[in-house]
């Protein structure tokens, strides 16, 4: 069972297991921090910081002690310092640092200053529980202004000098009022942010149609361009309710598979492609890519005066196989008897071993429909006495 250490004089939150305070937030596993380095090696001096949510930076660690995962440090602002929560640290930021396409000099990467104190902390922590009143009063103030925007997310600075405003807008919008007016309600610097829709709901994070948290807001550092075409290869509906995700464009994970789907279809006849027989013309209807099925309805020489009705039980299952051998052949001229001409004969399907006694194959055995109850007639009887004691006679 491994644990994680977190530096006694910083206070954290959340899950004790990652020691960040964020889990499933892009979190990393240092698979190099087991490696034995050489007598007389430096450590690499630029460490990995997060912020809130999935904002991660790069600070150059050059006179401070050494850090690792989950120490809570005090780095270089504008204006001031901010507070963030190592994840990484070591060769591994040196291989992020060359994906990203920085280098270990580059200007961009700013200083860590020290391990943060506890009044750092005391007042990160004040700062952070005024950024949801923050951001209602502030969406309040750009609705008096009229303005086409939408305020989704705010973060303070770690020693409040400073609230960064996040929001997106279709348009271009003029805010220079706007932050007049946040500057004299808040008394901090007013840093505006556009973002898109996908960079949003990375931000708020939510639950996914797939019952997970959002990928956006848990692993995922870049967007890809998702296209209608990835659903198309895929053989899915192109619903926009059903394809777009809670940022309203088309899911990421519409690009996963993709390339499976792609090295699939490769030796595939493509959709739409029609073959011929004497019986008559068969149109293609459906593909199933991974078990090299396709599905093909007949249309019969109809003479003057028919009349043929499509149907989904008139579709005939042909192997991806048999329907190249019969486009070969048209292309050469000739046509099959028929679609299954020389293809094996199939086994009828196996009757199940059992008796369906209680209804276990219907979906709905368990919808008990309610009756309703006959209210039951009292019988009459013959002799009944009235209220004054005299009996009634029988009607």
């Known amino acids: 069972m491994t644990t994680t250490t977190i530096n006694t004089n910083t206070k954290s939150t959340g899950c004790t ?3 960040t305070g964020s889990c499933n937030k892009l979190n990393v596993y240092d698979w190099l921090s087991d490696m034995e380095f050489p007598p007389g090696h430096i450590p690499f001096n630029v460490v990995e910081v997060q912020f809130k949510g999935t904002r991660k930076e790069y600070f150059r660690n050059t006179d401070g002690p050494i850090l690792k995962a989950g120490d809570i440090v005090a780095v270089e602002g504008n204006p001031g310092h901010d507070i963030g929560t190592v994840t990484m640290t070591g ?8 994906k990203r396409g920085f280098e270990s000099g580059a200007p961009e990467i700013k200083q860590l200053y020290r391990p943060a104190k506890q009044g750092d902390i005391e007042k990160w922590e004040q700062v952070k529980q005024l950024e949801h009143q923050t951001m209602h009063r502030a969406r309040k103030i750009a609705l008096q202004l009229g303005l086409k925007m939408k305020l989704s997310d705010v973060e303070y600075q770690g020693d409040g000098k400073k609230a960064t405003f996040f929001y997106t807008a279709e348009e271009r919008v003029d805010f220079r009022e706007l932050i007049k007016k946040l500057h004299e309600e808040f008394k901090v610097r007013i840093d505006m942010r556009q973002i898109g829709l996908r960079q ?8 996914g149609s797939c019952g997970r948290e959002l990928c956006c807001s848990t692993w995922m550092t870049s967007f890809k361009t998702v296209g209608t075409s990835a659903a198309r290869y895929q053989n899915l509906s192109i619903n926009p309710v059903k394809l777009a995700g809670q940022c309203g464009k088309l899911k990421c994970c519409l690009n996963y598979e993709l390339d499976s789907y792609m090295d699939a279809i490769k030796d595939i006849p493509e959709q739409g492609t029609a073959i011929f027989t004497e ?3 068969a149109l293609h209807r459906k593909t199933d890519i991974f078990k090299r099925i396709m599905w093909y309805e007949l249309i019969p020489n109809l003479k003057d005066g028919e009349y ?12 991806v196989d048999r329907v190249k051998e019969i486009i070969a052949l048209n ?21 199940p071993d059992y008796a369906d006694m209680v209804g276990q194959d219907s979906l709905t055995r368990m919808d008990k429909k309610k009756k309703k109850k006959k209210k039951k007639k009292k019988p009459s009887q013959p002799n009944q006495q009235t209220n004054n004691g005299q009996q009634k006679k029988p009607s």
């Open 17 to 19: 297991s990652c020691g």
């Open 308 to 319: 043929y009705q499509p149907s989904a039980d008139k579709w005939v299952m042909l192997p």
């Open 91 to 98: 060769e591994l930021v040196k291989l992020q640092l060359k």
């Open 200 to 207: 949003e709901a990375g931000r708020l994070g939510g639950i």
């Open 279 to 281: 019986a008559g013309k």
């Open 331 to 351: 292309k050469a001229n000739q046509k099959p008897a028929d679609l299954k001409s020389g293809l094996p004969v199939e086994d009828e399907a196996e009757e």
